[in-house]
């Protein structure tokens, strides 16, 4: 109660009715890119506006995985930036955002994966990205207790190992961005709802916002799985993003069992431990598009069928808590970053899908860059909307389906 309307990176401001930059959403992107915008360009006059309180989307529900090894040419530079950037935020903010750098062991199961894996590896490499290529026994080295027999549902034929990804703690990252923001004078209203975006001229004007119209000249929309329908209600703007639900668990805390974040595309089942001694855990996302952040018994069982079966010494251990965030994919599995020419002002950083964590600490620098400056960074080109018009579609999805066992 002392600390009521008291947030934690700053003071409660009043809303002003109008600011150079308004950011619809207070999860990682905004969060991000507001910091950008006045550390680098010195645009300091920003509103963000979240509906619920900051890190309540995917922010607050992932499981903080942090990774560099994309598919394509044009996701692996950014998300290796994105991973170099942790230990460069973390001084910065003056905050602790508990990197720890554990590597990560994507498990294949047949010899078509690990053909597939050496090309994700190769692009990898080329673009200055440690992983490599190991069998299963030295799989089981680094991970003890990984199952490598063959009697199992999907047997382990070697991995894809890449030393410098890991896990960084979300909430430090919502908190370290919001205090960086506040210390530069960016406004975050929370318990605010954005209701539309005024256009004259074709031109941006202001938002409307369950707290009264803003006016405004440039409006950023990423609001995580919201953001298609959002921009679809106030611009008439159709992406191609469907919203589906993606859950997790945790166990009970355990004494030490697994130093790396493993993850199996057969399995659709990824694993880690936190500093806690929890089993973090996730999967794919539920196949049908809903909006619900609910969870289902399916889901549990599957989590449990896999894990007992490539980590069995996790066979009885009890999941303690669950929970659901939306995920907003692509049909490229990549995002959408962009403006639009019919809105001048109107940008948009969306369809994050599961990768929207690992990637935030770039993207708001370059979603900043591209505020500032209106003009599009060439790391963020092969991004735009038009590539689903143009069939310039990105192979992402590769990176998960070559994985599986009928590959
Ligand atoms: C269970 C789970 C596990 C995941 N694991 C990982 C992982 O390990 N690694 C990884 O990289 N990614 C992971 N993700 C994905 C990642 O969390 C998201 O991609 C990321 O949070 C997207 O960030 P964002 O800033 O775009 O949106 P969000 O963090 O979702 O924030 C959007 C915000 O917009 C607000 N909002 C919506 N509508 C409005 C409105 N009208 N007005 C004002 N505010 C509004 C919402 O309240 C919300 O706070 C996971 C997601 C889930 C759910």
């Not at 679809?232 to 589906?244: A, E, N």
Request: aromatic share 10%; proline share 4%; glycine share 10%.
């Amino acid at each position: 109660m002392f600390f009521k309307n008291k947030p934690m990176w700053g003071k409660k401001t009043k809303l002003k009715s109008s600011y150079d930059v308004v950011i619809i959403g207070g999860g990682l992107h905004s969060l991000a890119t507001a910091y950008y915008l006045s550390k680098e360009h010195g645009i300091t006059d920003i509103a963000i506006i979240e509906k619920n309180y900051i890190g309540f989307g995917g922010a607050g529900r992932n499981t903080a995985i942090v990774r560099a090894n994309q598919r394509t040419r044009y996701n692996v530079p950014l998300y290796k930036e994105a991973l170099d950037l942790w230990p460069v935020l973390t001084k910065e903010l003056d905050y602790n955002l508990m990197f720890n750098n554990c590597g990560n062991l994507n498990l294949m199961h047949s010899e078509a994966a690990m053909k597939a894996a050496r090309m994700t590896i190769a692009t990898a490499q080329f673009h200055g990205v440690e992983s490599h290529l190991i069998d299963a026994k030295q799989a089981k080295e680094l991970v003890p207790a990984l199952n490598i027999s063959e009697d199992i549902t999907f047997p382990i034929h070697g991995a894809m190992f890449h030393p410098p990804g890991g896990v960084v703690r979300h909430d430090a990252v919502v908190w370290g961005l919001a205090k960086g923001c506040a210390k530069n004078g960016v406004q975050i209203h929370q318990q605010t709802e954005a209701l539309d975006i005024g256009t004259r001229n074709g031109k941006v004007t202001s938002v409307t916002t369950s707290r009264g119209t803003i006016n405004t000249k440039q409006v950023l929309i990423s609001a995580g799985g919201y953001s298609a329908a959002l921009i679809y209600d106030m611009l008439g703007i159709k992406l191609p993003i469907s919203v589906l639900t993606i859950q997790a668990m945790v166990t009970q805390p355990l004494k030490p069992v697994l130093d790396h974040v493993v993850s199996s595309g057969a399995y659709h089942c990824y694993a880690n431990q936190t500093l806690k001694g929890e089993i973090a855990t996730g999967a794919h996302m539920d196949p049908w598009p809903n909006y619900t952040t609910l969870n289902t018994a399916h889901y549990i069982k599957h989590q449990a069928e896999a894990l007992s079966e490539f980590l069995p010494c996790l066979r009885g251990v009890r999941f303690m808590r669950i929970w659901g965030g939306l995920a907003d994919m692509t049909p490229d599995m990549a995002p959408i970053m962009d403006g639009n020419d019919q809105v001048e002002g109107f940008f948009m950083d969306c369809g994050w899908g599961y990768f929207g964590f690992k990637s935030c600490s770039a993207v708001g620098k370059y979603m900043a860059q591209f505020m500032a400056g209106n003009e599009c960074p060439g790391m963020l080109k092969p991004f735009n909307l038009n590539r689903y018009q143009e069939h310039k579609l990105m192979g992402e999805t590769a990176a998960l389906v070559n994985y599986s066992p009928d590959n």
